[in-house]
């Protein structure tokens, strides 16, 4: 795809310069587009221009561009109303096919063009794939000999800075802040722009590495990956050198930096806890917390049934609550709470190593299993996860069955109820940190 160039013309009688960017200079022309197809080597140029523009200017423009460049005009509004502004907005972004390589000057745009090529340079990056060489500005000055160009590129990295930011703000994923961050640091040393003993960043993408490896856990619903491993190594990158580079090579990122280090590490355990069962059952159940108030439902439905597994092995004084064999134990207790009719779609019956049922039958009562010991109302226990389980299993089976529950019931039940739920069950594994003392294997 041919390096094109998308300009603007007004009407105006342009004088003529030495355009600059850099060390190179263009030869003196009164047009910038001419300096830009040398200096970046455009095979095809794109000019926006009204009527009154064209007649003033296109024929002069085509005949000082070099011969081989590809000589494309498009008609514009002047942009007086609002309609207009947005007819031009349809222009420009129609004027661009999928996949191009595209450099952008605003050197003689007016109104409010230099916005509208601003916002159309990044819907064309997602939505056409467009690969955006720079956006430039020619800064011209009376009685000057040369004109700088200058290089408003970060601009348009600054959308994907607000896009990443309210990303974060209401999911709590960062992988794109990340991303960015370690964008930052790849392209200035691919860019060299700092001489010998200048400052220059080393930390930003392995912080960017740290933070994308939290929010891939988060997503993926690693609770023991992101306690043990991940927010253990964020922590240790987020020191006051972190900071001061943030703030002299990612200021966007700088407005974020403490906001994501207080969401993530809230939910870190302190360093003198992390091999304690009961401090890790404690913060999973934060995390969950953290999923409910992101309302992300498909997460919290699957930790929250895999931790009312966990929080019934300590209860049992099972310290190795990751177990498999142990779990299975627990939940063959809790199947047992519920009725045959009631069981799970998507759950097979409970059975011993014998392969026979353990969910007892309707004529053949039962004393209650252990676990009812350690909740202050069995029945609760066995509604709570009668539903939890329905519930997640239907997120799981991705509605393959004949009778899907409704998406609003779904969430209902995770905003709603389940906090509480688990709450009143396990007051003493989902009180705030600090406030959890006494011993688990008594019931409350």
Known sequence: MANTLLTTLGTSPYSETVYVFGERKADRTRY????????????????????????????????????????????????????????????????????????????????????????????????????????????YLKDQQETPIIDLTPALRLLDWLTATDKFISTGSALELGQLLDTVQRDFYRRQKSGKGDPRPTRLQSFGRAIRNVSRSLELVRPVNLLKEDLPNLQKHSTADLEQEVGQFAKPFGLLLRSIQDSYSQLALPADRASDPKAQVQKQFQLLRWYVEKRLITQALLL????????????????????????????????????????????????GESGRSLIPREDQPQAPPDIAAHVPDVQKLANLWSRLSQYRNDVAHVQMNPNPLNSEALESFVLQDLLPGLEELFPKLTWAEGKLEGDLSTSP
Do not use: M
Request: glycine share 4%; hydrophobic share 40%.
């Open 32 to 139: 910038v587009a001419k300096a830009l197809c040398q200096l970046f080597d455009i095979e095809r140029v794109i000019v926006l221009l009204t009527q009154e523009a064209h007649d003033t200017h296109w024929k002069h423009l085509q005949d000082c561009l070099p011969p081989h460049v590809e000589k494309i005009a498009k008609a514009i509004p002047e942009g007086k109303t609002e309609a207009e502004t947005w007819q031009i907005f349809d222009v420009l972004v129609d004027s661009i096919e999928p996949h191009t390589r595209l450099v952008f000057d605003i050197t003689h745009a007016f109104r409010s063009i230099p916005v509208l090529v601003l916002l159309g340079a990044a819907l064309l990056r997602k939505a056409k794939n467009v690969n955006i060489q720079g956006l430039y500005y020619g800064l």
């Open 304 to 351: 929250a049934r895999e931790w009312v597994v966990s929080a019934l092995c300590l209860c049992e004084g099972i310290q190795n609550y990751l177990e498999r064999e142990e779990r299975q134990g627990i939940e063959h207790q809790l199947a047992s709470l519920i009725p045959r009719e009631d069981q799970p779609l998507g759950d097979p019956p409970a059975t």
